[in-house]
């Protein structure tokens, strides 16, 4: 993500999913959850689009999340951290939380760090700690999270974690969020790539046994967790809900995260279609001219992300490169389908970002057709939120007749 209100497509590297060396208690949940729990909890979290406390993201959905020290009373509630379905794990900014967490390390002391890196090529980078996460009536106990270091951070940023030359996100004005809450389809960041003992671990987890870090293989529970998965109940996956926006966009939006599928009354599949993934986490869209693409569902990517120019036959807007500026709005339609062979159309519009972000004053913050370049993959970011109801099933959790995760249904 870029810095300011214009930012291309972010989203974590998805990441494939044995034993390790670092030592963690084990985060609980881990059985599914597809049937009407016997003593209904609070599984309702608000969230809104607005600008971000940074009034700089466009298409940001944001809520509020509550820290503990593990086992503990001691919590922080941390507002205005961005709710991403592309990413899973907790992610806290160092300047928003004055918790002391305990750090995550291995036995021999060496503190555990992670690297993310996003799209457009910026990271972020800090150490992983160990908190209880309380979301609406639901608490994830003593799930890792990271920190995501200021400047300069506790040990040296490694070479292979900047290698996509953008910068670090390691502010409010540069993230545009406070941190970012990943709700997934996986149930760790990582998984199984990092829990290799091969000389292949992708930069992502780094054990620093004095002033530099190497990267280190780390096994699953000690990886950031997607944190509904560790609940004990409505854990199989979440449902975002969010109203229609008018077509040059409102100042704000209002709607639900809830959590589970299938659990309770308010969380029913009703008429969704489910649309299950490959092992990337990814369906498939068909667009111009019967051209199949990888595509995902992303709310942290804050407009429709596909194609280029040239194949699209609309311009970057030349001020900010990331999105489309037609001259006009125009319209399409695509028909995305699952692994299981559920099809369904999809009709969406693309305005040009250049006139959407001008106005209402330049205080409009959610877009249902605002979108930019993104060659040889389909990214349904925010715009394909609006007056949908979304669910996200998590990997080898049972959803509603029987599905297992990771599947996505609208």
Known sequence: MNAGRISAARFALALGLLAGVLGLASC?????????????????????????????????LFTDVTVCVPGTTNCQTISNIQVDTGSEGLRILSSQISLSLPQITDSSSNALQECVSFADGSYVWGPVVAADIQLAGEKAASNPIQIISVTPPPFPVPADCASGGGPSQNSVAALGANGILGIGVWQQ???????????????????????????ASVPLNTQLQNPVWTFSRDNNGVLITLPTVPADGAP?????????????????LGSAQV?????NGNFQTTFSNNVAYTSYIDSGSNGIFFLDPTTLGIPNCTDNPSFYCPASTATYTATNKGANGTTGAVSFSIANADALFNANGGTNAAFNDLGGENSGAFDWGMPFFFGRSVFVG?????????????????
């Open 28 to 60: 609980g949940g881990g059985s599914s959850s597809s049937g009407g729990t016997s003593t209904p909890v609070n599984n309702t979290q608000a969230v809104q689009v607005n600008l971000g406390p940074a009034n700089n993201l466009a298409n940001g």
């Open 189 to 215: 960041d990582c998984g199984f790539a990092c829990t290799s003992s091969s000389s292949q671990l992708p930069p992502v987890y780094y054990l620093c046994p004095s002033s530099f870090c190497q990267i």
């Open 252 to 268: 704000s939006a209002s709607g639900s995260l809830i959590f589970g599928i299938g659990t309770q009354t308010d969380n029913a």
């Open 275 to 279: 649309y299950t993934t490959d092992l």
């Open 394 to 410: 998590i990997e080898n959790m049972t959803g509603p007749n029987s599905v297992v995760g990771p599947y996505w249904a609208y």
